[in-house]
T-cell receptor, first 116, second 114 residues
Framework: AQKVTQAQTEISVVEKEDVTLDCVYE???????LFWYKQPPSGELVFLIR??????QNEISGRYSWNFQKSTSSFNFTITASQVVDSAVYFC?????????????FGKGTKLTVNP | NAGVTQTPKFQVLKTGQSMTLQCAQD?????MSWYRQDPGMGLRLIHY???????DQGEVPNGYNVSRSTTEDFPLRLLSAAPSQTSVYFC?????????????FGPGTRLTVL
């Protein structure tokens, strides 16, 4: 069964600090996909990234970066030089390519507050 | 393209009432799904569909029905509302018949059951 754990329920930082959101996953499949979504205070869900299990290269997009480590089953998300607009709930999610390919399983989310 | 639309945005029901949450997409996506979001619980899958005429249960299906008569529409029915169904409901769609493609989410419906 697929499972995603986001151990950090809430994080509070001061603007310009770097912050890392942790995501640990469980799956029996060798092929799977990992996602991060952002939910700002307005409530919509915004897609940030999708990675497959064969691509372990770190990804960087502006101030956002993702570290995928199969050895520790983790897919962590780092925001560099955080800004107030980064305040949101962030969800990590997993979908298997074989056994559970019809389901996307979310973690419980991490609420990030960036204070000015 | 309107993307994924949901109606209504807000709804208040009394216990025992029934209602249908509407979801439509104009991207010709085969995969559609319904999630509920509760504080501290993340998003939990209620039902999903991999194409017209095909639906299946997710993690928390009890108390909900779905049907998929067209590619575009995927309504969620609450048969007899209960206070435990107070939640924010999101509909999503994606290309293909799997959940591992990028999911496009609707704006959500906030439902309160008294």
């Amino acid at each position: 069964a697929q499972k995603v754990t986001q151990a950090q329920t809430e994080i509070s930082v001061v603007e310009k600090e770097d912050v890392t959101l942790d995501c640990v996953y469980e799956t029996r499949d060798t092929t799977y996909y990992l996602f991060w979504y952002k939910q700002p205070p307005s409530g919509e869900l915004v897609f940030l990234i999708r990675r497959n299990s064969f691509d372990e290269q770190n990804e960087i997009s502006g101030r956002y970066s993702w570290n995928f480590q199969k050895s520790t089953s983790s897919f962590n998300f780092t925001i560099t030089a955080s800004q107030v607009v980064d305040s949101a709930v962030y969800f990590c999610a997993l979908s298997e390519a074989q056994g559970g390919s019809e389901k996307l399983v979310f973690g419980k989310g991490t609420k990030l507050t960036v204070n000015p | 393209n309107a993307g994924v639309t949901q109606t209504p945005k807000f709804q208040v029901l009394k216990t025992g009432q029934s209602m249908t949450l509407q979801c439509a997409q104009d991207m010709n996506h085969e995969y559609m799904s319904w999630y509920r979001q509760d504080p501290g619980m993340g998003l939990r899958l209620i039902h999903y569909s991999v194409g017209a005429g095909i639906t299946d249960q997710g993690e928390v299906p009890n108390g909900y029905n779905v049907s998929r008569s067209t590619t575009e529409d995927f309504p969620l029915r609450l048969l007899s509302a209960a206070p435990s169904q107070t939640s924010v409901y999101f509909c999503a769609s994606s290309y293909g018949r799997q959940a591992y493609n990028e999911q496009f989410f609707g704006p959500g419906t906030r439902l309160t059951v008294l």
